[in-house]
T-cell receptor, first 114, second 114 residues
Framework: DQQVKQNSPSLSVQEGRISILNCDYT??????FLWYKKYPAEGPTFLIS?????DKNEDGRFTVFLNKSAKHLSLHIVPSQPGDSAVYFC?????????????FGTGTRLQVTL | SAVISQKPSRDICQRGTSLTIQCQVD?????MFWYRQQPGQSLTLIAT?????????ESGFVIDKFPISRPNLTFSTLTVSNMSPEDSSIYLC???????????FGQGTRLTVV
């Protein structure tokens, strides 16, 4: 049972354009959401998070949007840079459970082309 | 953010043997977790490492196969016992300071069982 889904396995975007990565979840107990970036042979790197009490969180080029009614979140990267090419994972946790126990999506491979 | 060191970074092991992976954090942390990423898959939580007591395992993971120690607030080990080729994965240590906070990851241990 995949509780966190990233339906696009890959995405290609031109440098300077916007990258939009999507994530859907099914567990209504999830109330904290995170995005991670992962390069080959490295551990995931935390990018940005959002609590369910918000619908938007912004940090530099990265913005995460949360639509609780649709159980959907998205990560926007503007402008996209070649160094952003990596696999992006969406993750979720429920504060009623073990703190920070994360459920991950399947990942989206982003390629930023010149 | 915490600095997390995992050892070894990679290993090739014979089936039937065991490997112990170490995770050292540069500061005391509340929560420590062990994840697995099988080839082409997402990250899956193996267990929560509890300081001074038995780890809490997720469904599908058992202590006999993945014994975990956490003697203090900065160190944990994961042992992969009686290995088979199906255990070939990246094993990741993760730390967090509590509910609705980001989790940080070590660089991972790439295990190949032959």
């Amino acid at each position: 049972d995949q509780q966190v889904k990233q339906n696009s396995p890959s995405l290609s975007v031109q440098e300077g354009r916007i990258s939009i990565l999507n994530c859907d979840y099914t567990n209504s107990m999830f109330d904290y959401f995170l995005w991670y970036k992962k390069y080959p042979a490295e551990g995931p790197t935390f990018l940005i998070s959002i609590s369910s009490i918000k619908d938007k969180n912004e940090d530099g080029r990265f913005t995460v949007f949360l639509n609780k009614s649709a159980k959907h979140l998205s990560l926007h990267i503007v402008p996209s840079q070649p160094g952003d090419s990596a696999v992006y994972f969406c993750a979720a946790s429920a504060s009623t459970g073990t703190a920070s126990k994360l459920t991950f999506g399947t990942g989206t491979r982003l390629q930023v082309t010149l | 953010s915490a600095v997390i060191s995992q050892k070894p970074s990679r290993d090739i092991c014979q089936r039937g043997t065991s490997l112990t992976i170490q995770c050292q954090v540069d500061s005391q942390v509340t929560m420590m977790f062990w994840y697995r990423q099988q080839p082409g898959q997402s990250l899956t939580l193996i267990a929560t490492a509890n300081q001074g007591s038995e780890a809490t395992y997720e469904s599908g993971f058992v202590i006999d196969k993945f014994p975990i120690s956490r003697p203090n607030l900065t160190f944990s080990t994961l042992t992969v016992s009686n290995m088979s080729p199906e255990d070939s994965s990246i094993y990741l240590c993760s730390v967090s300071q509590g509910t609705n906070t980001e989790a940080f990851f070590g660089q991972g241990t790439r295990l190949t069982v032959v």
